[in-house]
């Protein structure tokens, strides 16, 4: 069993007199899926939140390859690595898809922007997502389907040498064949070495990708376990009640 | 080789074709452009110059011209403002106020004329500083803080021209940029130049793609497009550099100097616009400025920033209003100024919803507003009925615009 390249101990945040994390356990490996699922409310926002910079848990560890480190803020998760794809994806329908891909990081030649250097490292990271579904990098995102869009948000967050991507219910809004596609590039997005963390409701997108099932009850982690050594209705279990017999966790 | 050739030929060929099918996506996903407009001023052209025997004359055209600069110069800092789907209303009064300001420091404390400009011009920056703090800052609806400014300014205005009414302005720099005229060889060599260097750099543009192996226009739509601009420019030259004054009492002839002028503006807004970060974080904010504040954009800092530039722009356009009267009146920058202003840009074809736009557009919507009025006033229609057609154009500018949005949403 490898390290894990993203690990939480001991997460806790409220919110007022709520109690949104209780001590949540949390690993993210390289080259894996790791699925975080659970009901509404059960603390799964708040969670990926904390991991991102825009909460600051109470009291936990992160550890991130192996070093202790603090998440104060945006950018300090940025800087680290960690770029979250959120659901309502925040693309500028107006822009490109080149302009939205370095949106807020444009690459500068003198006081110009450098457009070929950019569309260049976007054609590449593109390819390298093997998304050939796109006519033209240049077309606006307000031309392109829904499951197209949540590809330039990916690829905009895999751009720059991410280690660790977090996709927020990236299939929610799509139809079956989009759904597919998205689900193809998750996996290619770990198979290319990076740690994916993927947020989803639906427990079949969740046992096609994922190599680990992250499940939170009110605010607890149930306990971390191998999507191949347990079935749907456990996991069912797990997230309605908290436990299930027989499972055995990873990280136990 | 001549199979390389045709092949290159074949390929840009299917490429023009595609090119109209892009633009035909374009506009279905609610970015309609600036081809209505230009369509709508060559018929407008068309029409008024087989209706009216004084409109395609170089004295006319020339009028045209100038006459429409000022409108042109305040539509232009609209359309930063107008691109983050917030509005100026003050931009017009803004114009009086810096105009004003700087006639008087060139009457009453001698400032040399581009001192008073300098001034002038800092002094519409810091109020768009004032306007763009609010509206950026506190959030209040920018349709709110600058009509309270529009008034404000009126104010302004009123109590610097005093009881005397009407600042009149006597130097002779600043009025010759919108009464003096290039020499006609000066004209002609302002012209090829320009044009020269303009079509240069779309060619090395072209090319350079090309060499990086990126997509780039058809050369064929490239050509036409090229082709068809240094015609009009080259007609243009010809028909300004005509004598259009009665000789021997008085010749005028040549490009009037506020082309240049407006020229310059044109290329240091649309470089701004199109190839700076700020430009580029400008669009963002006007098309979602949630994604961009979530990609760190500082959103205030543009917010401010485009206020800035539209007031700075109004001191500019105020320059232009005191060189074409020679005066600055407590009603400079009033009327219908700041309306045929947003509709300039509208009909140009930039968004009232923000996002979308260019800064051509300005000069497109511009020319338009100016041709309706001109033709019309040749042709003997009341100002009644040109208020009214004016109206109506701009109606039809702003549903094309709301149509293509609703229709880009839809699919």
Request: with cysteine; net charge positive; proline share 3%.
């Amino acid at each position: 069993m490898s390290e894990p390249i993203l690990s939480l101990r001991g997460m806790n945040k409220s919110f007022g007199p709520v109690h949104v994390l209780k001590n949540v356990d949390f690993d993210a490996y390289a080259g894996k899926v790791t699925a975080l699922v659970g009901d509404n409310g059960a603390g799964k926002s708040t969670l990926i939140k904390c991991i991102a910079g825009i909460y600051t848990a109470e009291s936990g560890e992160i550890t991130f390859e192996g070093k202790k480190v603090e998440i104060n803020g945006p950018r300090d998760s940025t800087n680290l690595g960690i770029e979250v794809v959120y659901q309502d994806l925040a693309l500028c329908d107006n822009l490109d898809i080149v302009q939205n891909m370095f949106l807020g990081r444009e690459e500068r030649n003198g006081i110009t922007l450098d457009e070929t250097h950019m569309e260049s490292l976007a054609a590449k990271t593109l390819d390298g997502l093997s998304v050939r579904t796109v006519k033209s990098i240049r077309q606006t995102v307000s031309s392109l389907s829904g499951g197209q869009r949540q590809t330039v948000a990916i690829a905009r967050a895999v751009l720059w040498n991410s280690k660790v991507v977090i996709l927020d219910e990236p299939t929610a809004a799509l139809g079956v064949a989009q759904t597919v596609q998205v689900l193809k590039l998750v996996r290619r997005l770990a198979d290319n070495g990076l740690a994916v963390i993927l947020i989803s409701h639906n427990l079949n997108d969740v046992f096609e990708v994922a190599d680990y099932i992250a499940p939170l009850y009110l605010g607890t982690m149930a306990v971390q376990v191998e999507t191949k050594n347990v079935k749907a209705s456990q996991v069912v279990e797990l997230i309605t009640t908290g436990k299930s017999e027989g499972v055995v966790g990873v990280n136990a | 080789m001549s199979v390389n050739t045709d092949n290159l030929a074949a390929a840009d060929e299917a490429s023009l074709k595609s090119a109209v099918l892009d633009y035909v996506a374009k506009v279905k996903s609610g970015d309609i452009g600036a081809l209505p407009a230009f369509l709508g001023l060559i018929t407008l052209g068309l029409v008024f110059t087989f209706s009216s025997q004084f409109f395609l004359t170089a004295r006319n055209i020339a009028n045209l011209i100038t006459q429409s600069t000022p409108v042109m110069v305040i539509a232009m800092g609209l359309v930063f403002v107008l691109l983050l789907g917030e509005i100026d209303l003050s931009a017009g009064f803004a114009s009086g106020v810096c105009g004003a300001t700087m006639v008087l420091l060139i009457n009453d404390h001698k400032f040399p004329w581009y001192a008073a400009l300098a001034v002038s011009i800092v002094v519409g920056v810091a109020l768009g500083w004032f306007m763009g703090t609010l509206v950026a800052r506190l959030r209040i609806p920018s349709f709110v803080v600058t009509l309270s400014t529009f008034l404000a300014f009126q104010g302004i205005l009123l109590l610097m021209a005093g009881n005397g009414g009407t600042i009149l302005l006597q130097d002779r720099f600043i009025i010759a940029v919108e009464n003096n005229n290039l020499t006609p060889f000066v004209s002609w060599i302002f012209s090829i130049v320009g044009l020269t260097i303009y079509v240069g750099l779309g060619l090395n543009r072209i090319l350079h793609r090309r060499r990086k192996n990126l997509k780039s226009e058809p050369f064929n739509l490239w050509l036409l497009k090229n082709g068809a601009l240094v015609l009009v420019g080259l007609g243009l030259t010809y028909v300004l550099n005509l004598q259009r004054g009665n000789p021997p009492n008085s010749s005028i002839k040549g490009i009037p100097i506020v082309v240049p002028v407006l020229l310059a503006l044109l290329v240091a807004g649309t470089f701004l616009l199109n190839r700076t970060i700020f430009g580029r974080h400008l669009y963002a904010v006007g098309g979602n400025a949630e994604a961009a504040r979530r990609s760190g954009i500082n959103v205030r800092r543009v917010r401010t920033i485009a206020f800035m530039i539209c007031s700075g722009l109004a001191a500019i356009a105020g320059m232009l209003f005191a060189s074409i009267s020679n005066s600055i009146s407590p009603t400079t920058g009033g009327g219908t100024t700041l309306l045929y202003a947003v509709g300039a840009a509208v009909i140009g074809g930039t968004s009232l919803f923000g996002g979308k736009g260019k800064l051509r557009d300005a000069i497109l919507g511009g020319l338009v507003v100016a041709v309706i009025n001109n033709g019309m006033g040749l042709l003997g229609f009341s100002p009644g009925t040109q208020y009214l057609v004016t109206g109506g154009v701009l109606l039809v500018s702003a549903s094309v615009d709301a149509l293509s949005r609703k229709g880009a949403n839809v699919s």
